[in-house]
């Protein structure tokens, strides 16, 4: 895994250092960010480009078909990464990539998770309490929809987290009845 680590940074790198060569960084990000959504939400095609049962072949094909309409630079990328045998670490050059381009911005992205869609307001709150914490004014929020949490929210800035979700604070209750027996 940490080798992947590194190996997703440097061709994430290498990819952000070529689009703002050429003037296309908004583009590649764009295209990059429909990967990772895409491998993401397909759970599928990642088991696929991870398998090596699945010949290479066969995952030109499907990455060809899922992503024909797509910009040359990435099938490019795809390319190279068939040619270089490290198409499994698709998905982290991507999302790698992304978090690259963000720092590259100066953007911060909060991931705010809540039982049911939370309101423009409080997304809007949140949003003024990460630039208090940041001093960034570059701040985009991305809302998940996570009914198993109950209530309350779950707050990611970077690494740091604060899970004020009712599931935790039940969870929390419930190892506390496992530790003290009345």
Known sequence: MIHSTKV????????????IENQKEELLFGEISSVVEVIHENPDLKAL????IVKTEVKQRV????????????Q????????????????????EFVEQYNEYKEK???????????SDKLKEEFVAKAVALSGKRNISLENKIDPSIIGGFILRINDLQYNAS?????????EQFKENVF
């Not at 490019?76 to 999302?95: E, G, W």
């Open 108 to 118: 911060i992205v909060i991931h705010l998770t809540t039982a049911v869609e939370a």
């Open 76 to 95: 490019v990328l795809f390319t190279i990464l068939f040619q270089n045998k490290r198409i499994s670490d698709l998905y982290a050059i991507a999302r």
């Open 49 to 52: 480009l991870h398998s090596p």
């Open 8 to 19: 997703a940074k440097r061709y994430a790198k290498a990819l952000l250092d070529y689009a």
């Open 63 to 74: 990455l060809q078909e899922i992503f024909a309409e797509h910009i040359s630079e990435l």
């Open 166 to 174: 009712i599931s935790y604070k039940l969870q929390a209750i419930q």
